[in-house]
């Protein structure tokens, strides 16, 4: 069975009491994953609070996330808006590592498992140590995945890699572009280091 993997940074799911939006933020994401037949998509900047899930029964989709600790502001967070129909064949729910990765696994055939990883590295306004902590959780994450699962690693790395396909070759194609960024230097080391 061919499945539609697809990220998105939703900017919020948070819904706006003030706003003249009859439906829910989630809801309106659900219609649209629908209308791009996305079977899972990893989600960014959701602002949700905590871990928790969600279903739109109406939308289909079943919405997953992980953020910060809801007295802290709400300005990141990851997730996934999985297809209903899938979320009874996953092994086990999603799991949110903190408020920029966040898991999920999905059974194949033959009896393996493909790892989704959904990621919200910092932007390039944040300080260096914050986007070395993310970076390392990330490598970290990355390396626990079991050698036999097939890895997927979607999001919003807040990257910009430009065009250079000499020096990363295997890492980038021919089609960038402009220039890297120090974003795009960490995200390049990172896929380098694993073969991505």
């Excluded at 003030?18 to 309106?28: G, M, Q, V």
């Excluded at 959780?137 to 990355?142: A, G, K, P, T």
């Excluded at 890895?151 to 065009?163: I, T, Y």
Aim: glycine share 8%; with cysteine.
């Amino acid at each position: 069975m061919a499945l539609t993997l697809g990220t998105w940074n939703v900017r919020t799911l948070l819904d706006n009491p003030h706003a003249d939006r009859p439906e829910r933020r989630t809801a309106l994401v659900a219609r649209e994953l629908a209308r791009y037949r996305v079977d899972i998509a990893a989600l960014s900047e959701t602002r949700l609070p905590d871990k928790g899930q969600m279903t739109e029964h109406g939308g289909g989709y079943t919405f997953f996330w992980s953020g910060r600790d809801s007295s802290e502001r709400k300005e990141t967070g990851v997730g996934f808006a999985v297809k209903n129909n899938l979320v009874q064949k996953l092994p086990k729910l999603p799991e949110g590592l903190n408020d920029r990765l966040m898991t999920l696994q999905l059974p194949l055939a033959s009896k393996k498992n493909a790892t989704i990883i959904s990621a919200y590295a910092p932007t390039m306004t944040n300080p260096m140590d914050v986007k070395d902590r993310f970076y390392e959780e990330l490598d970290l994450l990355i390396t626990s995945v079991p050698q036999t699962d097939k890895l997927v690693l979607l999001g919003d790395f807040n990257a910009r890699v430009g065009s250079d396909h000499q020096t990363w070759p295997g890492v980038i194609g021919m089609h960038g572009v402009s220039k890297c960024n120090s974003n795009g230097l960490l995200l390049f080391k990172t896929c380098a280091t694993h073969n991505l």
